[in-house]
């Protein structure tokens, strides 16, 4: 098992332009999320589905779009990039039913420079 | 809100020596409370995973407690090592988020160094 992937591992933006962050998971999991890091705020979670067709707002949703076709893949879009969305950003997955949760798995981050 | 805190913010400790790191949280109503290690540039690593129901959860030189009633959990490295440097997070996934958000809470984290 390839575990959660993620692509690209680095990029760089100019302000306004927009991308979508790739993850990927092959361990059929219907819980996926998004999450940011940043020096001195910790891990943020920013979008999360609980299943194909299911998404929802963390904590820091704004500026950021989420989908989810498959079970396998959960891609995080960035409309117009601002500066203040520079970044690492980490996915994870994890098996949950309503009354169980399991250990999440994260990929290995996506730095994200916005100029 | 719910919140996640960590102490020490930092810690540098000679090899050979057993320490705690120390997690608190501010709601006992939890699935689970899990702690991870972070190298300089790279990704989260999963250390142990401590399901609501548990007191504890041991892997290799590490263990893991957990206390929901006092809203802690301390995870102890037995030996250290100078490969045990690192950041080490601990995050809860809280069950009652209030009608909130459905995801890991995340201290800020343990910066540890040991010293050869």
């Known amino acids: 098992n390839a575990g959660v992937t993620q692509t690209p591992k680095f990029q760089v933006l100019k302000t306004g332009q927009s991308m979508t962050l790739q993850c990927a998971q092959d361990?059929?999991?219907?819980?996926m999320s998004w999450y940011r890091q940043d020096p001195g705020m910790g891990l943020r979670l920013i979008h999360y589905?609980?299943?194909?067709?299911?998404?929802d707002q963390g904590e820091v949703p704004n500026g950021y779009n989420v989908s989810r076709s498959t079970t396998e893949d959960f891609p995080l879009r960035l409309l117009s990039a601002a500066p203040s969305q520079t970044s690492v950003y980490f996915c994870?997955?994890?098996?949950?039913?309503?009354?169980?949760?399991?250990?999440?798995?994260f990929g290995p981050g996506t730095r994200l420079t916005v100029l | 809100k719910q919140e996640v805190t960590q102490i020490p913010a930092a810690l540098s400790v000679p090899e050979g020596e057993n320490l705690v790191l120390n997690c608190s949280f501010t709601d006992s109503a939890i699935y689970n409370l899990q702690w991870f290690r972070q190298d300089p540039g790279k990704g989260l690593t999963s250390l142990l995973l401590i399901q609501s129901s548990q007191r504890e959860q041991t892997s290799g030189r590490l263990n893991a407690s957990l206390d929901k009633s006092s809203g802690r959990s301390t995870l102890y490295i037995a030996a250290s090592q100078p490969g045990d440097s690192a950041t080490y997070l601990c995050a809860a996934d809280f069950s009652d988020s209030g009608g909130g958000a459905d995801g890991l809470t995340f201290g800020k984290g343990t910066h540890l160094i040991i010293q050869p």
């Open positions: 589905s609980v299943g194909a067709g299911i998404t």
């Open positions: 994870a997955s994890s098996y949950q039913t309503s009354s169980t949760h399991d250990e999440q798995f």
């Open positions: 361990m059929n999991h219907e819980y």
